[in-house]
Nanobody, 124 residues
């Protein structure tokens, strides 16, 4: 079992920045990839960014490229998402997730463990 706890959400104006963090604990030695997903009311869950935990490969959905940066701090067992130039359409609940299999975005079917989420609200 892997436990994931997100933090860092909040409310900002368009153009602002937020940094999300996800603290991982438990059986993290089996993790292959970690990702950030988001879900807005009435919309399908969407993969935002993912990172291969054994190296530096990263993956982003087109809508956040050049604005968001995913990173990991292995010493602290944390996953981060730096979000810059935020837009109202970035408003959603953001979740971190863990998978022992492969890095993917989409809706997250490959991910086994999920955090409770942290809300991000961007006003225009």
């Amino acid at each position: 079992q892997v436990q994931l706890v997100e933090s860092g959400g909040g409310s900002v104006q368009a153009g602002g920045s937020l940094r999300l963090s996800c603290a991982a604990s438990g059986a993290t030695s089996g993790t292959y990839c970690m990702g950030w997903f988001r879900q807005a009311p009435g919309k399908e869950r969407e993969g935002v960014a993912a990172i291969y935990t054994g190296g530096t490969r990263t993956y982003y959905v087109d809508s956040v490229k050049d604005r968001f940066t995913i990173s990991q701090d292995k010493a602290k067992n944390t996953l981060n998402l730096q979000m810059n130039s935020l837009k109202p359409e970035d408003t959603a609940m953001y979740y971190c997730a863990d998978t022992p299999t492969l890095c993917s975005l989409g809706v997250g079917y490959d991910y086994d463990y999920w955090g409770q989420g942290t809300q991000v609200t961007v006003s225009s």
